[in-house]
């Protein structure tokens, strides 16, 4: 069984571009195609995002010399008047020399401590609502033993139906049959996803990657739908056809996503580290379910299952 499992897993790798590279490849196709006035809006786009964690000392890498690095994506969930929490939490490493990006998907419900908030257990996803970007990097980084951020990006998940319709909807293949989520805004309040390939504009792809407790799969399903919705995304972005919706893309992002990548990190990254795209590995967190002295539900991680998941990371990063 387990020998099944495994292979099921490899078999689940996924070569489809990420948050991370939706924004790295925009920005290359804005360098790279266009010049003049779509190089200035890139870089205005980019000045707009630009936002360095306060009082963070990045740990120290040099593109120049095409060292490995690491990304923390989040993907959060705000709204007017609410701060709300990181739907999405994925450590990603990138290695030039083994042409190699890990992806690693952490699920939002987590146990773990919050460095600089309490000593209780809480969610992981509960960093972000308490602390921001700087307190889910630290939560992260101890977490997993120590691993360090060079870089993070945040995307607004309210904000993400903005850049799928920039992109004129994306198309995906759905492999379960009848997946549902409740929503105020659609008719009889919800939105039912059956089996096969379907078309999705900006309000059908946030309610299909939002979707949790109607897939067995729970919140690995949900991940997966997520990264198979910014693939989609990534690669009609990518496309000759789309050189009209330019300035909605970069709209989109300019509305939606924060990072602390310079121009320089992106140039960088767009000459010496396009090699590793053809190589995206998905990472899974192995836990179990558990109510904690009969209070809220947690996913709990083994202090082993932390190590190995630190291993697999340095190894990436050249830190073993």
Do not use: C
Not at 108 to 122: E, V
Not at 181 to 210: C, M, P
Not at 236 to 247: C, E, M, N, P, V
Request: avoid cysteine.
């Amino acid at each position: 069984m387990n020998n099944l499992r495994s292979d099921k897993q490899k078999k689940k790798k996924r070569k489809g571009l990420k948050i991370f590279l939706i924004i790295l490849l925009v920005f290359v196709l804005g360098i790279a195609g266009y010049l003049g006035y779509a190089y200035w809006k890139t870089t205005s786009t980019f000045n707009k995002i630009h936002t360095p964690i306060e009082g963070k000392e990045n740990a120290s890498v040099r593109l120049d010399k095409k060292q490995p690095f690491s990304v923390l994506i989040l993907g959060v969930d705000e709204r007017s008047g609410d701060k709300g929490r990181s739907d999405t939490l994925i450590a990603a490493t990138v290695n030039p020399t083994k042409n190699k990006i890990q992806m690693l998907s952490i699920p939002r419900d987590t146990k773990t401590t919050i460095p600089g908030y309490d000593s209780n257990p809480h969610k992981i996803n509960a960093a972000y609502a308490y602390g921001g970007v700087k307190m889910t990097d630290a939560t992260t980084t101890q977490f997993l033993n120590g691993i360090p951020f060079n870089y993070y990006i945040k995307i607004n998940m309210e904000g993400f139906r903005d850049l799928v319709n920039a992109v004129g909807g994306v198309d995906v293949v759905n492999d379960k049959d009848g997946l549902t989520l409740a929503t105020q805004s659609s008719e009889g309040n919800k939105k039912v996803f059956n089996k096969g390939k379907i078309h999705l504009n900006g309000e059908d792809a946030l309610a299909y990657v939002r979707i949790r407790k109607s897939d067995a799969e729970g919140d690995f399903g949900r991940q997966k739908r997520q990264q198979q919705v910014m693939s989609a995304v990534a690669e009609k972005a990518l496309s000759t056809g789309l050189i009209w919706r330019f300035d909605g893309i970069l709209n989109a992002i300019g509305d939606n996503i924060q990072t602390d990548f310079t121009m320089n990190d992106i140039t960088r990254i767009a000459k010496d580290y396009r090699s590793t795209l053809s190589n995206v590995e998905n990472l899974q967190v192995k836990g179990e379910g558990s109510r904690i002295d009969g209070g809220p539900w947690y996913y709990v991680v083994s202090d082993a299952e932390r190590a190995r998941l630190h291993d697999e990371l340095a190894e990436n990063l050249g830190m073993k």
